[in-house]
């Protein structure tokens, strides 16, 4: 997961499927960073190089957004395949954050 | 802890240097000592052997034979043999150590062999054996351990059966014997309430999980006029009261897809939390009709509130639920194949009637196919089926 700041926006590529055995690295990739969300207004995960996810990644995605609304800063998804996105609605995530 | 090496070797002044070179290298050994291979199968019988140093040349029965003996052998193959011969053609040596033998020496011993290759090669073959009975150990406990889980979620889960409104067929089918794939049906009061539901991940932690969703499941419907939404929302405020995740970063043990029926009269109401779209076969049109409502997974998120569905459902009607088995290994864009599972239903359904188990069958089967697309694509996530008829 390569990370960028930008005029105050934080954004997330991932570099790999979101499937559990990658999320454990993630996670801890995540843990180093979390002190940073105070400092951005927004975080945009950028999921163009994911082609498959599972149960265990779209825990990690919802976790990464409360974690960012926690601080009070603003969420979304970007570049997520048309699969991904179907979905992230099948499970009324676009209730709680833009995809 | 002391190692036994059993050393053979017909001739004894062999045998008594070996020990005079051990005992002085090596710490707490203890040694027998046999001058054929019949005595070397007789003292494993009678005695754990942590090393076998083992001449090829012996009379009765000679050292080829003991090793490809014990190797055969399901109680002995794993015991390490180290072979000391005279014989130094590579051919002896490529066989012996082709057959099993952990390593080979040759006689006579050098000054470097006895005072550093030897004692180091013994070290090592009982340190590798020593890890290798660990680890066998571990994975006994492990295989108990998922058999007696594996029987306690038999016990939890539902048989298909006759009830008073429904007929209730099931396929279960967890990738290690035991899942995180949950389903129940129960009558109260004249209602049939069901339930399916698919926890993060799979195995042990989510078979503990699906454990408790069945308890809060079945809790929920004791508080009064409960609706599907309403046992979702009930259910996904205790986790939130329950759990403490408070330190963690990752909430992965308690979220599921979860889908709630109830079947009173000829109405159908259900809520969905992010599971697949059950699939509804109306026996009397002969087509099927999808669920299309959900919501949010349980357990992500606090204060939910689940929407409820209503609709009719007659004589013969048939719901197919499923966990999808394939979402959940992230081994392909799987969402997109649930349109097959109701392109499968539209054309079978007809012949469900009577049928419901070997249904089930080429069900399961069917989404063996639906993944296994090459070797590479294993199916390895559990998978659970629910068919209910009305009656």
């Known amino acids: ?7 105050d926006v934080m954004k997330l ?81 676009e209730d709680f954050f833009d995809l | ?48 052997v942590d090393l076998i140093i083992l001449d090829l040349i012996m009379p009765v029965m000679d050292g080829y034979q003991v090793l490809n003996t014990l190797k055969k052998s399901e109680a002995f193959a794993n015991i390490p043999i180290i072979v000391n011969s005279a014989i130094h053609e590579i051919h002896s040596i490529e066989e012996t150590l082709k057959a099993g033998a952990t390593d080979y020496f040759t006689k ?74 949950f389903f129940d049906c129960v009558e109260i009061n004249g209602k049939t309430w069901f339930m399916i539901a698919d926890v993060t991940g799979h195995g042990i932690a ?15 419907l004791q508080h009064g006029d409960m609706t599907p939404g309403a046992v979702l929302t009930h259910i996904n405020n205790n986790i939130f009261d329950f759990m403490d995740y408070s330190g963690m970063m990752v909430n992965n043990y308690t979220t599921f897809t979860g889908f709630v029926g109830c079947i009173y009269k000829d109405i159908l109401t259900f809520s969905n939390a992010g599971q697949p779209y059950p699939v509804l076969y109306r026996n009397d049109i002969d087509k099927t009709i999808v669920l299309e409502e959900s919501g949010p997974l349980v357990g992500a998120f606090e204060n939910l509130h689940y929407e409820e569905h209503a609709m009719t459902i007659h004589h013969d009607d048939t719901l197919l639920l ?12 799987d969402f997109a194949n649930w349109p097959m599972v109701h392109e499968y239903l539209s054309k079978n359904g007809h012949q469900l009637k009577g049928r419901e188990e070997d249904f089930l069958d080429h069900m399961y089967w069917f989404f063996h196919m639906m993944l296994n697309t090459n070797e590479e694509d294993r199916f390895e996530d559990d998978v659970a089926l629910m068919l209910i008829r009305k009656k």
């Open chain 1, 1 to 7: 997961m390569i990370k960028t700041v930008e005029n």
């Open chain 2, 206 to 220: 989510a078979s503990m999980a699906s454990s408790m969703v069945k308890i809060l499941f079945r809790t929920s």
């Open chain 2, 322 to 333: 499923y966990t999808d088995g394939i979402f959940c290994n992230g081994q392909k864009s």
């Open chain 1, 13 to 93: 590529n991932l570099e790999d499927d979101l499937i559990a055995k990658n999320v454990k690295t993630l996670n801890m990739k995540l843990m180093d960073m979390m002190d940073e969300f105070d400092d951005v207004s927004e975080v945009v995960l950028d999921m163009a190089t994911v082609k498959n996810i599972d149960s265990v990644g779209v825990t990690f995605v919802i976790n990464l957004y409360k974690k960012v609304s926690d601080t009070g800063g603003n969420f979304r998804v970007v570049h997520s395949s048309e699969d991904i996105r179907q979905l992230f609605k099948l499970m009324k995530l």
């Open chain 2, 1 to 48: 802890m002391a190692y036994t090496v059993l050393i053979a070797d017909d001739v004894r002044m062999n045998r008594t240097l070996l020990i005079d070179i051990l005992k002085k290298k090596v710490e707490e050994l203890i040694f027998l000592e046999a001058a054929n291979g019949a005595e070397v199968l007789e003292l494993l019988e009678n005695n754990e």
């Open chain 2, 108 to 181: 006579p011993l050098s000054p470097d062999d006895m005072e550093i290759i030897l004692p180091l090669k013994v070290k090592n073959s009982i340190r590798m054996y020593e890890q290798q009975k660990t680890i066998k150990r571990y994975n006994d406990m492990t295989v108990e351990e998922i058999e007696n889980a594996t029987q306690f979620q038999k016990v939890m889960l539902p048989k298909s059966k006759n009830f008073t409104d429904v007929d209730l067929f099931i396929r279960f089918e967890p990738c290690i014997g035991i899942g995180g794939d």
